[in-house]
Nanobody
Framework: QVQLMESGGGSVQPGGSLRLSCAAS????????IAWFRQTPGKERELIAT?????NYADSVKGRFTISRDNAKATAYLQMNNLKAEDTAVYYC??????????WGQGTQVTVSS
């Protein structure tokens, strides 16, 4: 059983930066695809970044967000730069080994406001 714990959320002004962490316990992340999602009230959870060999980004964050991972630390990261008000959301990480084995973190709030 893998447990994921996000951290690093908070409040920041537009144009600021945050780095989210997603720390895994119970397993390394070597063989897991990592994804970051975000969700705002009343909307579906949005996939914004993935990492498994290659990285991919949603158009809404491309050029501003960077997904990375440190398998030795069993931790994934989401570096978020040039934050905008529309980036305000709860951010979740997901580790997926197979269609029947995936794990979610509990989420961390990011608020971008002046």
């Amino acid at each position: 059983q893998v447990q994921l714990m996000e951290s690093g959320g908070g409040s920041v002004q537009p144009g600021g930066s945050l780095r989210l962490s997603c720390a895994a316990s119970g397993s390394t992340l070597d063989y897991y695809a990592i994804a970051w999602f975000r969700q705002t009230p009343g909307k579906e959870r949005e996939l914004i970044a993935t990492s498994f060999g290659s990285t991919n980004y949603a158009d809404s964050v491309k050029g501003r967000f960077t997904i990375s991972r440190d398998n030795a630390k069993a931790t994934a990261y989401l570096q978020m730069n040039n934050l905008k008000a529309e980036d305000t959301a709860v951010y979740y990480c997901k580790a997926r080994h197979s269609p029947t084995e995936e794990y979610w973190g509990q989420g961390t709030q990011v608020t971008v406001s002046s």
